[in-house]
């Protein structure tokens, strides 16, 4: 195996988040050398703590499932929750190796550490640098470290592959002024970790959509603790109150789902906020650089597919290019054919959550449900809503997601199988 200490690697990732410390533990699986550069800034409070069933396989593959699972509450499904009462509870189911039938509530800064400290035992160097870059005049480099950054970690030229996992500080494309494609929704999040906030309605571990006024809530259990947020159109938080805080209060106790709950709850954390959750690059990489994980894109966090699609996006990176070496003759086709495969699960689960945002999956669950009601077991209409649903949990668990067959069978649905229920719109999200 190589030295992954070498004096001049010609890998260096910016960044040490998950999708960072995830391609370097698969460079290093690989025996390939790679620097991560690394600021050693560790939010105490970070968005992304429900993960989907589809990430089990690569901590799998990483060998740290036993230590996610170790600090982590079990998810076995989610729940929507819609002010008529309305009630849909999506269980992950197991099917086969792809689809475990679980995933995990994770404290972020224990996971994300998990995945660094993987990193470090399969020998991976980190420089505690914030790593700088500027434009190169290179002919084959478009954008390059700065001599500091160069220095600081210890290297005499410049990487072959400078790999952006820098999250949304997206440090390549605002360097080179990439453009990208934005969602529709212009939404703001509100959160905080919560002390005796009840979570009784549904199995333990199960997480909680529930539909607000203007937007949506989160209720993600951890251990010992409650992950509570709220998701709103920007104009319609400000009218909630003037700080953060006072929104994520009003809004939690103007909620009649919610409000019971949280009683007698108490706040022991600050409240976060997020802004900022579609967006899409239109280039994905150039002259001597790549864009990894968010630094690329992110998705809404309706579902959570975030840290699946950050890990993902190394799987994938790992698959294409650095299979066949550090830089193949056919790098461009290699990086044309992961930018596609990420593009195409960005837009799969784009399409996924705006069936959700726009009512139609809850209004075909309500569908379902009458057109199964008194049905016999084995009679037709109970084994076609036993299938949609089966469909729409492995959509949901990041392992269907992005099957063709999987989406034609919801728009025929949408389509041609639902009546006696409100319309769409009535389900929705303002």
Known sequence: ??????????????????????????????GIPCVVFDDDKRPDLLVGESLVPAVVQTLKKLGIEERVADCSVKKPGASFFHPSDTRVHLKFTKHGKKEPGYAYNVPRPEFDNILRERAIELGVPFI???????????????????????????????????????GRNRLLARTLDLPADTGSRKDVAYFAHFDGFL?????????????????????????????????????????????????????I??????KDKAMHAKRITEVKTYTNYQLISQQGYG???????????????????????????ARLLDKHLFAKGIAPRDS?????????????????????????????????????????????YFSPGKIMERHVRRVISSMASGNGTCSSYNQKLLEMCDKHMIWDVHDADFYAVK
């Not at 084959?140 to 001599?147: C, F, S, W």
């Not at 106790?253 to 919610?258: E, G, K, T, Y």
């Not at 990894?292 to 309706?302: Q, T, Y």
């Open 1 to 30: 195996m190589p030295d992954l200490h070498s004096e001049n690697p010609a890998i260096a990732i910016l960044g040490a988040g998950p999708a960072g410390c995830t391609l370097a533990c698969f460079l290093a699986l690989r």
């Open 128 to 166: 505690h640098h914030r790593a700088k870059v500027q434009c190169s005049e290179h002919p084959q480099r478009d954008v390059e470290l700065t001599d500091e950054s160069l220095r600081a970690a210890g290297l005499n030229d410049h990487p072959r592959w400078l790999i952006d996992a820098t």
């Open 199 to 251: 979570h009784d309605e549904v199995i333990p571990g199960q997480i909680i959509i529930s539909i607000l006024d203007h937007g949506w809530a989160w209720r993600i259990p951890l251990r010992g603790k409650l992950s509570v947020g709220v998701v709103m159109d920007k104009k319609a938080a400000k009218k909630l109150g003037d700080t953060p805080e006072q929104r994520l209060e009003t809004a």
């Open 253 to 258: 106790h103007q909620d009649p789902l919610m």
């Open 287 to 313: 002259k001597g650089y790549i864009l990894l994980g968010d630094a690329f894109g992110f998705v809404d966090p309706m579902l959570s597919p975030g840290l699946f699609m950050s890990l993902e996006a």
């Open 332 to 376: 461009d086709q290699a990086l044309d054919r992961y930018i596609n495969e990420l593009r195409h699960w960005h837009q799969s689960w784009q399409k996924l959550i705006d069936q959700f945002y726009d009512g139609r999956i809850l209004r075909m669950y309500e569908a379902g449900s009458s057109f199964a009601e008194g049905k016999r």
